[in-house]
Every structure is written in C-alpha cells, then in structure tokens.
C-alpha cells in the first residue's frame, strides 16, 4: 500500500509540473511574479519529493527483508517438493521397471495370468491368451463363469471339484484339462493357482497361472507308444531275448527266444540256464565272464530244443548292475542253424570246386571283391608260369607282359570296383621269356543278398589261335594289296544288288566320288538299262551258290558308258554265313569297239565292187568277199581255207612271194599277176597287199 501512495504521489508531481510547464508556454517571457511563483511551487515540490523519497527507501527496504524471507520459505517448500517429485519418480520408475518385468515375464513364460475375487466374481487376465487361445483379454474378460464355459464339458465337473477342493483344504490349486480355443479346437492348459486368504481365514482372491501343455501331452502321449512299441518289439521281435540272475536261473526271456528252442514260458522260465546248453563248458564259459563284468560279442553255443534238435546261435550278453550288485544278464541270442549248415554246403561246394578245377584243362582264378587273387587252378598256373603263391593278390601281374601290364591293371580295376564282367586278350610272359597269348574272361560273385563277394574267372591258351589269326590276317593283307593293286574291277555285292566292297580300279570304273558316297548302295542304277535285267538275274543265281559270266553296259556317275565283263563266284559272309557276289569285272569297251569296227569292216568288203581277200600267217583265205569270189568263179564259203597260191598262174607264184616279202618290209606292196578261176580259165589281177 505505502508503495502506492508513493508512486501516486510521484504521479501528482509530474502532473504539477506538467501543469507549469504549460503555464509558462502561456505567460509573457519571464515576469517576475511567475517565475517567483514557479520557484516557490517547484520548492515545495521538491521538498515533497524527499519525503517521498525517504519512505520509498524505508518501504523498499521493507520490502527486501519481507521478499528474502519469503524466498528463503519458498526456496525450502521448492526443495521439499523437488524431494517429494524426485521420490515419486523413482517410485514410478521402480513399479514401472517391475510392471515391465512382470509383463516381460508373463510373456516369456507363455502363461496367462489371472486374478479373480470370488465376492465380485471380477476377473483379471493378462498375458498371452490371444497366443494360447485365440482371444483377446478383453474376451475372456468375465468372472469365473465366462472361464468355465471355454472347459471342455468332460473336463468341467473335475475343474469346480478341485476348486472346492483346493478352497477348503486351503492348498495349490492344480489341474491338467481341455480348453476351447477361438477357433473351435481344444488344447490341454495345465492350470497352476492358489488361494489369499485374510486374517480370519476368508478368501480374498485367488492368483494362479495357465499354460499351453498340448505339445507336452503330444510327446507324452509319444512316449507312450514308443514305449509300447519298444514293448513289443523286446517281447515279439524277431530275436531271442533273456534274462539270467546271478544264481543262472533264467528270470525272463520273450516269445522269440520261447519259439526258437520250442519251450513254453512255464517250461523255460525258472529253470537253470545250462539246462539247455548242448554244452556243459560252453554255459560255465558264458557265467564265469558275465560275472567277471565282461562283455560277450557273437559268442558261439549250441542250444537244445524241445524236440531233441540241436540250434547253432550267437550270443551277445552283458549284466545290469545296481550298486555293484548282479541283478540279471542282458543276453540276444541269434539263430545261426541255417548259415551254419549253408557254410557246410559251402565248404563242400569249394571242395568240389577245387577238385574239378584241379583237373580242368581251362585256367580257372578266384579274386576278392578288389580284383585280388585268392585262388588258381593248376592249369591256369602252367598257362601262367607262376605257382599259387606267386598268383596271389596283385602276384598274378607280374606275369602279365610288360609293356601291357599298366592298361591291363587299370582296366581290370576299373572293372571289379563297378562289379562288371571282364573279357580281354592280353599278352603274358612267362619266367623264361615266352609270350603266351590268353583269353581272360570274369563275371562278379555275389550273396544270397545280392552283395558282391569276389570273382571267378578262366584263363584260355589262345596262343596257337593267335598265330594262326596272325597268318591269316598277314594273308588276307596280301590279298587286299593285290586286289587294291589289281587293274580289274573287284567287288562284293548282296543279294539284293548292295555294293557291299570295290577297289580303287573299279571305283574309277564307275566313276564314283569317293568310296563313302558308293558303299551300302544298289549297284543297280550303274547298270545300262538293256542290262539291268539279265545283271540282277547274275547276281542272284551266284547268291546262290551259281557262278556266272556277263558282258553288260554301265553309266558312270559322270555319265560315261562302258562295256564289262564280269566274272563271279558265290563267297560266304564272314558276318551273317550268307552268300555274297564275288566278281572279277574288267573293262572291254576297246574291245567291244574293235569288234564293232571289225564288223562294219566286214560288211564293208561284203559289199565292195573290188575284189578283197584276207590271209592268215599260213597263206589260207579267211575272209573273201563276193566280188572276189565271183571273179575267180566260186561261192565266198568254198574259198575259206583255200591255199592262195591255187588261185594263182604257176608261172607269177614267185613273183606275188617276192611282194609278199616287200609288204612286210613296207607294210605295202602291190604287182600284177595271172589268176586262174575255178573253171581253169586265165585273166590278169593287179593285187595290192596291206598288212594288218
């Protein structure tokens, strides 16, 4: 309030003066009256102004005290309060670290909890109902009957009954039942609570957890039939089991060790086990190791049947201890009659073996499963030049011939590691130097059960073979040299006119690219047509076994024509046995075209005016022409064979000699002589003479 006054009163100076100031706009410069007046106010003004002055400094003052003492009061009240904020927030904080905990942990854990006041029936759920049930918390969210509706109908009546239970006896509340989930399914929860009692026994609420169990009760019930079926299988497998105490009294066995010997459990069980052992030291043998804490593998007995038979097993047996205490024996016993007898068979099928390849007179070999040698014959060591030491495992290559002795091994290890039968000629030397040629030949061995035991194989001399195959190749590459070498035309052709072979002379003949572009085709179309029938009439009946010959008429591929002559013979194919034609067919088109010409000639001196004769070395007419003859007075066939000089006058005989003699240093001659015809009559011939 003071404060107040005094601003109102600093107010009240300014506006005195204010108000003078204006006054003294309005007056006359500077009367005296005014400015005493002005002097007098402005003095009382200031006097006002100290006053005022003095209690603003006194109630300033005042007021400083009064503010520190309220500033230090509040500046307290604010560090309480700060305190109690500060107290507050870590409060907060804490219940916020633990709620998140809690939460964290409900979470974790897959539960759901709950929290339900039986005086309300409030309920309150939190946690992973929505993962375990398909509902939110809101949905299930409804006392204790909203709970109870979601438990199977089989499940609830055992559900209020623990309740009670639990209630009254004041203990855990636990119970294992079915749930409905959202979707219809139901799942096991196993449901873990208890009971908050007051101070006068009352309840107050009951807490508790629930979990999803099914996968637990999934693997329960697992555990269940595995148990069952391993049950089954120690009771009714396929392999002998029992169980001996430490005094040798049989205390258990299964169905199959019952079956295998014939026994009934009443006959079996109670009784000493060496009882039926055919083996008195074997069973003494057996006890003594168990009880010494040995471990018996594949143990060899024979044990007695109901019936009197003998079975041959295998015994695999140890002992269960319990705080060093015998309690019984874990024996399987395994049937192994049937091999038994199977290795007896066996045994005597190799001694059959042996004895018949003794005497073989084919190498006979025997190998493991790697291609090593186990087993020979005598003869398959006399064609080899070892003995039966030498021929074992990788022995039997040192016989093999040097530098074939690498590709052989590869090929023959390649072979038995992919269990294949093997076939090969390969050179062998022996311990002298010799080089034997031989046929190997090996196929696998396997079990019963289709696994690969070895190998058997036979060692065959083909070295005479070889040699024989040697000369007859050598022979057979002196036939294909002559032949490739051979002017004629050779050749091989089916029967269905295939060009099953031809050399280099023929090919030319027909003019073919190559032998490629002419093998495994018809020699038909080569053939003149005029020909073609009669060549294919050839060619089958020397597939039958028929020689033949034929002049015939061929077109090249280059379209030029020639005359052959074949020769064929019917050979047998090496690859089928059937018949194949074999020719010899040589080119007679000069010739055919000599004859030709030959032919025209004649006809030409058949019908010449002039008189022309031909002559053989020996002075006879073989050919006259009808002028000829006729001027001499004959018939042309009367004149064939005639000596030439009965045609001539005795006195001109020397006379055509000596032009005789003249042609043949000339090639020509000619002279003019006396004739005499048939009729004795004489006329004069001027005679040329040609040679030819």
């Given at each position: ?11 009240t ?8 100031d204006?006054?003294v706009?309005?007056l ?7 400015l005493?007046e ?11 102004l100290?006053v005022?002055q003095?209690?603003?400094?006194q109630?300033n003052?005042?007021l ?5 003492e309220?500033t230090a ?8 309060l ?9 409060a ?6 633990w709620?998140?905990?809690y939460?964290?942990a ?12 039986p ?8 946690g992973?109902?929505?993962k ?14 909203r709970?109870?509706?979601l ?7 055992a559900?209020y ?18 749930i ?27 807490l ?8 637990r009760k999934?693997l329960?019930?697992?555990l269940c039939?595995?148990e069952?079926?391993?049950s ?18 049989i205390?258990w ?6 079956e295998?010997?014939g026994?009934s459990?009443e ?5 000493h086990i060496?009882?039926?052992h ?9 006890l003594?190791?168990?009880t ?11 044990l ?9 097993v295998l015994?695999?047996?140890n002992?269960?201890?319990?705080d ?7 024996c399987f016993?395994?049937?192994i ?7 007896q068979k ?7 073996f042996?004895?018949?390849?003794a ?13 090593r ?5 005598p ?8 003995t039966l ?8 290559l040192?016989?093999?011939y040097p530098e074939d002795?690498?590709k052989?091994f590869a ?6 590691r ?6 090969d000629?390969?050179?062998l030397?022996?311990?002298e ?5 031989v046929?190997v030949?090996?196929s696998?061995m ?11 194989g036979?060692?065959?001399?083909i ?9 007859l ?14 002017p004629?035309?050779?050749?091989l052709?089916?029967s269905?006119?295939t060009?099953l072979?031809m ?13 490629d572009?002419?093998?495994?085709q018809?020699?038909?179309s ?5 020909h073609r ?11 039958q ?11 090249g ?15 047998r194919?090496e ?7 074999l ?5 007679i ?7 030709e ?6 006809t030409?001196?058949?019908?010449a ?5 031909r ?23 009367e004149m064939i064979g ?5 045609t ?13 003699q003249?042609m043949?240093?000339t090639?020509?001659a000619?002279?003019?002589a ?5 009729d ?6 001027q005679v ?5």
């Open positions: 309030m003071q404060v107040g006054a005094f601003i109102n009163q600093i107010e100076m300014r506006t005195r003066v204010a108000v003078l204006q006054r706009k309005q006359p410069w500077q009367p005296q009256n005014f005493e002005v002097f007098e106010e402005v003095g009382i003004a200031l006097e006002e100290q005022a003095k209690e603003l400094l109630q003052e005042e400083e005290i009064r503010v520190e309220r009061q509040l500046r307290l009240a604010n560090e309480q700060r305190e109690e904020i500060a107290q507050r927030q870590r907060e904080a804490i219940a916020t670290e709620k998140s905990r939460e964290a409900i979470q974790l854990n897959g539960k759901i909890f709950y929290e339900w006041n005086h309300t029936e409030a309920s309150l759920y939190s992973n109902s929505e375990i049930l398909g509902y939110s918390i809101e949905e299930i969210t409804g006392g204790l009957t709970w109870s509706e438990i199977h109908p089989d499940d609830r009546d559900f009954q623990q309740l009670e239970h639990t209630r009254a006896n004041k203990e855990p509340f636990h119970l294992e039942y079915r409905r989930r959202k979707d219809g399914s139901y799942i096991f929860v196993q449901d873990e609570g208890y009971f908050l009692f007051d101070t006068a026994g009352e309840v107050v609420t009951w508790g957890f629930v979990c999803d169990i099914s996968k999934q329960e019930a697992e039939r595995r069952q079926e391993l089954d299988f120690v009771n009714n497998g396929a392999m002998g089991l029992h169980w001996v105490g430490a005094d040798g009294i205390v066995a299964n169905q199959a060790e019952l295998l010997l026994y459990h006959e079996y069980i109670g009784n060496s009882e039926f055919a083996d008195k030291e074997v069973i003494d043998d057996i003594r190791r168990l010494a804490n040995e471990t018996l593998y594949d143990y060899e007995a024979r007695l049947c109901k019936d009197g038979s003998i079975k041959h015994i695999d047996s002992v269960y201890w319990k060093g205490q015998f309690i019984h024996t874990r016993t395994r049937d009659t049937q091999s038994k007898q199977a290795q066996l045994r005597e099928s190799e001694e059959r042996r004895s018949l390849s005497c073989s007179p084919v190498g006979i070999f025997l190998t493991d499963i790697e291609g040698g186990t087993y020979t014959n003869r398959c060591q006399a064609i080899c030049g070892f030491e030498e021929s074992l495992g990788d022995g039997w040192n016989s093999v002795r690498q052989v090929q023959w290890s390649e072979t038995t992919e269990g294949r039968s093997y076939s000629e390969l050179r030397q022996t311990k130097g010799s080089i034997r040629w046929h030949r090996s696998p396997f079990s019963d059960q289709g696994e690969l035991i070895g190998h058997v036979t060692v065959e001399d070295t005479e073979r070889k040699q024989a195959l040697d000369r190749t050598e022979s057979e590459n002196r036939w294909r040299a002559i032949v490739e070498t051979e004629e035309c050779v050749k052709v089916a269905d006119g060009l072979d050399n280099p002379a023929g090919l030319a003949m027909i003019e073919a690219p190559s032998a572009a002419v093998m495994g018809s020699v038909y080569l053939i003149a047509p005029r029938e009669a060549f294919v009439a050839l060619n089958e009946n020397v597939c076994g028929n020689r033949g010959t034929l002049e015939f008429e061929i077109i591929f280059q379209g030029t024509r020639r005359w052959m002559e074949t020769h064929a013979v019917p050979l194919s690859s089928d046995g059937t018949l194949v034609h020719a010899i067919t040589r080119d088109t000069a010739r055919k075209q000599t004859e010409e030959l032919c025209q000639l004649n030409a001196l058949e019908n005016v002039e008189g022309i004769s002559l053989d070395t020996q002075g006879h007419y073989i050919t006259v022409n009808k002028a000829y003859a006729s001027t001499l007075g004959y018939q042309p066939e005639m000596a030439w000089q009965l001539v006058h005795p006195d001109d005989l020397q006379k055509l000699v000596d032009a005789y003249q043949l240093k090639g020509k000619e002279v003019e006396r004739g005499v015809r048939k004795g009559s004489i006329f004069y011939k040329v003479m040609v040679a030819a």
